[in-house]
């Protein structure tokens, strides 16, 4: 027999071939794993190729490792059909280890597929040397060959699959697999050449016009050059994608989960809001009547608090706001309800066995509210009048359960407030009235039965015409016409303000089209926007779309909202405001000088216009009190280069004074009354208001 040896640098290279290819095969896995469709199969086939020249080209460096005592040569064809070989087994692996289960039939078959693909590449491989006469092989090492490759294939198929999914540390699992891998696809190559005996007189009949050891050399280090290069990007791309991928996936969900918690959540307290109160007093509902039990729906106001809000501001306000919530939810259980639905009002939604239960948990929370409250420095009071009503029994839906509730907390407070008490029959005058009221508003705007009167505004002192306030009324089929005091209230305690407020935006818009398009290219457009409507997601959109749907330019609509609602949460009224701004609307401060506000985050609103409140403009003669505050907020407004409009002008006095202060516009009945929209085409024809107009009716003046 011909004796042979071996290169040792060429078998540890060998080794080091069989290795890496190992690691870029499993980490070409974790991408078919986690990709579908096309993708997944160009993954695949990358793979495919890129484990079967790894395996091809770890057989062939051994191969040229080993040296007899004659010349050797390689088949190409023969040398091409064991690559197939190879590439094919590796493409059996990569499938199986990419199915959603690996079960022990689905192992013994990839393992026999596999091993026997690389026991075929291998003894393909040899075949191609040609050697005469044939290669005797032992046939115990054979068959242990075989045995190893098909048991190597089994651990290799499954170190794929499980580690082809990302997880902590999997890049350090994958070299140990890599290298078991490796150990196990060299150990059944060399045990097959040790199985390989050759006679004395052999000679290799490829060795002329077959493949030269060199060219097969230099063929190999391109392959091993491909392998080294696969898996350097490879891996380099997946880190980079893995992390990339993580840390977006991680934004999108933070991003996702803030969002859905600012939608159902007071931006204040942190409490659920109304949508979420809602969706909660629905469920209970349902619970209830399923379960034959009950709840309590207790609506609590804080007593004294806009007293101190008025003497320390609306910061110190809010401190308070947020240490009376902290209070409630101490007081009340895990499975309890707490929700922010106003200013200074809160529902509680309690599981209860007996009413007397809701009334213990009432009487907790009033002497909860009651303890004094140490806020940046100073010691505040506020009490809590509550109103309970229990279900079932004092509401068939959620409306009447609220309504009676709050009819309950209004009679705490005209009973002098620091208390609670149950709803009860007594009480439902009022509440009957104002469910009634509710379910009639909410046919308004079904039936058309809203509609918009115009107030004009003036270029001081007395003309022309330079824009319209949009006020609400209700033609109500049964009380006549209702002004916005009758009504808006609750429709803000109930969140129908929202569609209301819509319908006012749409109508004022395209009224103010109409009117452009008949020439009047100078007015602009004012709507009141009220503390819910500014604190819901869907304003912008909604401004946006009303703007749209008329082709009204932005600068020609005015956003009034009051002092008090721009300085409740100045953070987000400022993030509002800015994104109606950034689209060209205007913004008013209305009622400006009867709340509280800091300078600093007045001058941070991006406004454009003050409306002095009608309280001061009515005493308002030269040398009082009231001519001295609207003489500093003129100068104020002046200063901060805003508009300056005095709404409720009746008088020559107070319109003389005004404007000698420089006011810019000079609304109020002493030059014309709210109107329907033909009529105020009428009063722009004469060019100025009259001096001489009638008195209005009784009303017109709920505004």
């Not at 060219?215 to 791309?237: H, M, N, R």
């Not at 009071?381 to 079932?392: E, N």
Request: overall charge negative.
């Amino acid at each position: 027999m011909l004796d042979g040896n071996y290169d040792s640098l060429l078998v540890l290279f060998s080794l080091a071939v069989a290795i890496l290819a190992s690691y870029t095969t499993m980490v070409v896995a974790s991408r078919i794993a986690t990709s579908s469709g096309r993708p997944a199969r160009w993954w695949l086939a990358g793979g495919a190729c890129t484990m079967g020249i790894g395996i091809w080209s770890m057989h062939f460096i051994g191969m040229l490792a080993f040296d007899l005592p004659i010349d050797l040569g390689y088949d190409l064809l023969i040398t091409l059909l064991s690559l197939l070989f190879a590439v094919s087994a590796s493409a059996v692996a990569l499938w199986i280890v990419t199915q959603e289960a690996l079960t022990h039939r689905l192992l013994v078959a990839g393992a026999l597929v596999m091993g026997g693909g690389v026991a075929g590449m291998h003894y393909t491989g040899m075949a191609s040397m040609r050697m005469m006469p044939g290669i005797i092989y032992d046939t115990t090492l054979f068959g242990l060959s075989v045995l190893v490759a098909i048991c190597g294939s089994a651990v290799a198929i499954w170190c794929k699959f499980v580690l082809r999914r990302r997880f902590a540390k999997a890049t350090q699992f994958r070299i140990l697999a890599a290298i078991v891998m490796g150990l196990a696809i060299a150990g059944m190559h060399y045990i097959g050449m040790a199985a390989a005996n050759f006679p004395a007189n052999s000679i290799c009949g490829a060795a002329q016009g077959g493949v030269h050891t060199h060219w097969l050399a230099l063929a190999i280090i391109f392959a091993v050059l491909a392998v080294l290069a696969i898996a350097l990007i490879v891996s380099v791309l997946d880190q980079r994608m893995e992390s990339r991928t993580a840390l977006l996936a991680k934004e999108l969900a933070q991003a996702n989960q803030e969002l859905t918690y600012l939608a159902l959540h007071d931006n204040l307290t942190r409490l659920p809001n109304r949508v979420l109160l809602e969706d909660r007093l629905k469920q209970a509902m349902e619970r209830a009547h399923r379960e034959k039990s009950h709840f309590a729906l207790m609506f609590m106001d804080l007593d004294g608090f806009k007293a101190v809000n008025d003497a320390y501001g609306h910061l110190l306000g809010d401190m308070l706001l947020v240490a009376a919530s902290g209070r409630i939810v101490e007081n009340t259980r895990g499975s309890d309800t707490v929700a922010r639905v106003g200013g200074d009002e809160f529902v509680v939604l309690a599981q209860v066995d007996e009413p007397t239960d809701a009334g213990v948990l009432a009487s907790k929370l009033v002497a909860a509210i009651g303890e004094p409250y140490q806020v940046n420095g100073h010691e505040l009071h506020v009490s809590t009048s509550i109103g309970i009503a229990i279900y079932p029994g004092n509401g068939e839906n959620q409306d009447e359960l609220l309504i009676n509730a709050d009819a309950a907390m209004y009679h705490v407070k005209g009973k002098g407030r620091d208390d609670y008490c149950f709803f009860e029959a007594s009480m439902t005058t009022n509440a009957h009235g104002q469910v009634q009221l509710l379910q009639d508003l909410r046919m308004a705007l079904k039936h058309n039965q809203l509609a918009l009167y115009y107030q004009p505004k003036f270029t001081a002192p007395h003309g022309p015409i330079t824009g319209l306030e949009a006020l609400l009324r209700w033609m109500h089929p049964a009380h006549g016409m209702l002004g916005p005091a009758s009504f808006i209230p609750l429709a803000e305690k109930t969140g129908l303000i929202v569609p209301i407020g819509e319908w006012v935006l749409d109508e004022a818009c395209r009224q103010m089209a109409a009117w452009r398009d008949e020439g009047h290219e100078d007015w602009t457009i004012a709507v009141n926007l009220s503390a819910v409507q500014l604190a819901h997601s869907g304003l912008v959109e909604a401004v946006r779309g009303a703007l749209d749907r008329h082709g009204l330019e932005p600068h020609r609509l005015v956003l009034e909202i009051t002092e008090s609602t721009a300085m409740c949460d100045v953070d987000s009224s400022q993030a509002i405001l800015q994104k109606l701004h950034d689209i060209g609307v205007r913004i008013s401060i209305d009622d400006f000088g009867t709340g509280y506000s800091s300078l600093l985050y007045l001058k941070r609103l991006p406004a454009t216009e003050l409306k002095i409140d009608r309280c001061f403009v009515h005493d308002l003669t030269c040398g009082t009190e009231d001519a001295a505050i609207v003489s500093a907020i003129v100068a104020l407004g002046q200063t901060l280069d805003l508009r300056v409009v005095a709404e409720g002008v009746e008088t020559a006095e107070q319109q003389q004074f005004l404007t000698s202060l420089g006011c810019d516009t000079l609304p109020g009945y002493l030059l014309a009354y709210p109107m329907q929209a033909d009529e105020v085409i009428a009063l722009s024809d004469t060019g100025k208001a009259s001096d001489d107009r009638p008195a209005a009716p009784d009303e017109m003046e709920l505004v």
